[in-house]
């Protein structure tokens, strides 16, 4: 049976969920136990270390003992059948001690001693809203305990919260995202049917988590102009030029999982899409018209292929240890899109060394949501293309072939133009 993992900054809701969710699991038909880390025994010696002055020294010693006890556990409760529910894991650690220690080496050392959890649940909330939670739910005598404030702090919480969507997908085999401003009974539904989904218990997907990086950071760094935002702009495709690589990584360290649900209509955030135009060995480029969920874009003909970064994208751990691992997130969602869509990656150029520039469109509510970075990849070999639910009519047409057809979408212009 699974093991669960309920994650979030504190004040996120975590012990109202798990409640709910244990109770509605077992309605479900499925034995499910909750099991909570630190535990009683650590917090005690937490709260003692905190006293004496020590709290930042003994913590980490204090919380792998606590851990191993913690996974005896789990492991009894698993080989009874039953699916372990947990108040915080390995994620944690890394989130919480990372803003203090080496994060890269505290999430290298949990990731070699423990395996991760079958599904990690997180609760998001600003840090804002947590502090505000925390205070009220706390008496004046609470308030004043020191063992408490180092939680209360804004900042502190705000780097948590940075630490806790940086390592998501590396700490767990499948991740669900919850905004935990939800009513509680929302975001129980939300984790019921997440876990249901797991079990194979429901017809209904997995929720699906999607990166995105706020509007406000991609405007500060450049790559969206004030005036871009109007609805009377036109689509913008920017070529990269000097220090462009290192302001996009700072833009990509400023993003966070959502839900897909959520980000499909908030402005205030931009959806992360690779958009890699594909040539094949005689410089022509891929192209197809477009079917599939995306409503708003059917028959309109594309020239890139692209989607939204997955938390199981970005699984492997060695992303994380250099300054640009958000450059890697994107590689790796630029992968997995070719190996979807016309076979293996090997297959073709590495799309990082052709990162060719942005595109925005903020002209109509599907560019309003969505942030392009342009990557120009060349196939090793004859393309073999493959026909899905996404792609109508695909082929491959020389740029100024393709700068005669009427339905080209805003992007595939903009693009185009550029050649």
């Known amino acids: 049976m699974p093991k ?6 504190d004040g996120s809701g975590k012990s109202s969920l798990i409640a709910a969710l244990t109770k509605s699991l077992n309605e479900a038909g ?3 136990t909750f099991l909570s880390e630190p535990t009683d025994e650590a917090r005690a010696k937490l709260r003692e270390a905190s006293a004496r002055g020590t709290f930042h020294a003994d913590a980490p010693a204090i919380f792998r003992e606590d851990r191993q006890q913690v996974i005896n556990g789990i492991e009894e ?6 699916t372990v529910i947990l108040d915080r894991h390995m994620l944690s650690t890394i989130a919480y001690q990372g803003v203090k220690e080496d994060i890269v080496k505290i999430a290298s050392e949990q990731l070699w001693n423990f395996a991760p959890p079958d599904l990690t649940i997180l609760l998001d909330l600003p840090a804002e809203v947590a502090v505000d939670r925390i205070k009220a739910g706390r008496s004046e005598n609470e308030l004043e305990d020191d063992s408490n404030k180092h939680f209360e702090q804004l900042d502190y919480l705000k780097q948590v919260r940075k630490n806790y969507h940086r390592f998501l997908g590396v700490a767990s085999v499948h991740s669900v995202v919850i905004d935990a401003t939800r009513p509680p009974d929302a975001v129980a539904a939300i984790a019921t049917n997440a876990v249901l989904a797991l079990l194979g218990k429901t017809s209904q997907k997995m929720p699906q988590s999607i990166f ?3 509007t406000q950071t991609l405007v500060k760094e450049g790559f969206i102009l004030e005036s871009d935002r109007d609805t009377n702009s036109t689509t913008r495709c920017r070529r990269f030029q000097n220090d462009d690589f290192q302001k996009l990584q700072r833009a990509l360290q400023e993003g966070m999982w959502v839900e897909r649900v959520l980000a499909e209509t908030n402005e205030e955030l931009k959806q992360i899409i ?7 060995p005689f410089n022509k480029i891929l192209n197809y018209t477009r ?3 995306e409503e708003r874009l059917h028959r309109q003909v594309s020239i890139n292929l692209g989607g939204h970064i997955d938390p199981e994208d970005v699984s492997d751990a060695e992303f994380f240890k250099s300054d640009d691992w958000g450059w890697q997130m994107v590689k790796a969602g630029a992968n997995r899109e070719l190996h979807e ?3 293996s990656a090997a297959n073709f150029c590495d799309p990082l060394e052709y990162a060719f520039g942005v595109i925005n469109d903020d002209s109509n509510e599907v560019g309003r949501v969505h942030f392009g970075i342009l990557l120009f990849t060349k196939s090793k070999a004859a393309l073999h293309l493959r026909f899905n639910e996404e792609t109508g009519a695909v082929q491959t047409k020389t740029p100024e072939e393709l700068k005669t057809n009427p339905n ?7 693009i185009l133009a550029t050649f």
Do not use: R, S, Y
Request: hydrophobic content about 50%; proline content about 5%; charged content about 30%.
């Open 408 to 414: 080209l979408e805003g992007w595939a212009k903009a």
């Open 341 to 343: 869509e016309l076979g």
């Open 30 to 32: 499925v034995k499910a």
């Open 291 to 293: 079917k599939g969920k």
């Open 212 to 214: 995105c990086v706020p």
């Open 77 to 82: 409760k698993l080989l009874d059948g039953e």
């Open 4 to 9: 669960i993992v309920i994650e979030g900054i």
């Open 274 to 280: 690779p958009a890699i135009v594909v040539l094949d």
